[in-house]
């Protein structure tokens, strides 16, 4: 299985950006699909997931700004991020989780490698 992303960039404080995410493969199923992202130093912390009943969590730091979304039958997500603030840069990183492929009983947990978005002042 692989997640290719794209749409990462540079934008200006206030404007918008929308990441999309595509995963490939056997794939049978997938749970939740969505983004998390990664400043040097920190952690890697969530921005957003959807399930594939297409209910959302989000960071409270995007809440509001921040639309996910997801197309089941094509296994891809995408965010749009409006509102954009200095804060939200970073890398984002698309994640497929509690992913059933074919033939294996198991649940698997697929990241991409990962998109840069930077937000100037």
């Known amino acids: 299985v692989q997640l290719q992303a794209s749409g990462g960039g540079l934008v200006q404080a206030g404007g918008s950006l929308r990441l999309s995410c595509a995963a490939s493969g056997s794939i049978f199923s997938i749970n939740a699909m969505g983004w998390y992202r990664q400043v040097p130093g920190k952690q890697r912390e969530l921005v957003a997931l959807i399930t594939s009943g297409g209910l959302a969590n989000y960071a409270d730091s995007v809440k509001g700004r921040f639309t996910i979304s997801r197309d089941n039958a094509k296994n891809t997500v995408t965010l749009q991020m409006d509102s954009l603030k200095p804060d939200d840069g970073a890398v984002y990183y698309c994640?497929?989780?509690?992913?059933?492929?074919?033939?294996?009983?198991?649940?698997?947990?697929?990241w991409g490698r990962g998109t840069q978005v930077t937000v100037s002042s």
């Open positions: 994640t497929a989780q509690g992913v059933r492929i074919a033939g294996a009983p198991a649940l698997f947990e697929y």
